[in-house]
């Protein structure tokens, strides 16, 4: 069984950073694609940020792109999301996905067949 617990978010004021952080439990972590996405309220769920199973593809939403680094540590099980120059309209909800294999690039949420809980990311300005 396969899971993912987020951590790293809280309350920033705007333009600060933050660092978010994927522990994934389950074997074969280090074959799959993992990504980030984010829903704010009274919204859909967005892509945020994906990695390619080795770390050397990765990709970015327009609106967080040069701002936001996504990598991972497959010894660890870990994923991480590195934020910074944050902004109010970056507030969500934060949740740390594993791709299904074969899936589109980048990933949608259809290609997603597990999801963490989600940490809560609220900017103020």
């Known amino acids: 069984q396969v899971q993912l617990v987020e951590s790293g978010g809280g309350l920033v004021q705007a333009g600060g950073s933050l660092r978010l952080s994927c522990a994934a439990s389950g074997r074969l972590f280090s074959s799959y694609a993992m990504g980030w996405f984010r829903q704010a309220p009274g919204k859909d769920r967005d892509f945020v940020s994906a990695i390619s199973w080795s770390g050397s593809t990765t990709d970015y939403a327009g609106s967080v792109k040069g701002r936001f680094t996504i990598s991972r540590d497959n010894a660890k099980n870990m994923v991480y999301l590195q934020m910074n120059s944050l902004k109010p309209e970056d507030t969500a909800v934060y949740y740390c996905?594993?791709?299904?294999?074969?899936?589109?690039?980048?990933?949608?949420?259809?290609?997603?067949?597990?999801w963490g809980k989600g940490t809560l990311v609220t900017v103020s300005s």
């Open positions: 996905a594993r791709v299904r294999s074969g899936s589109d690039w980048p990933p949608r949420s259809l290609d997603i067949n597990y």
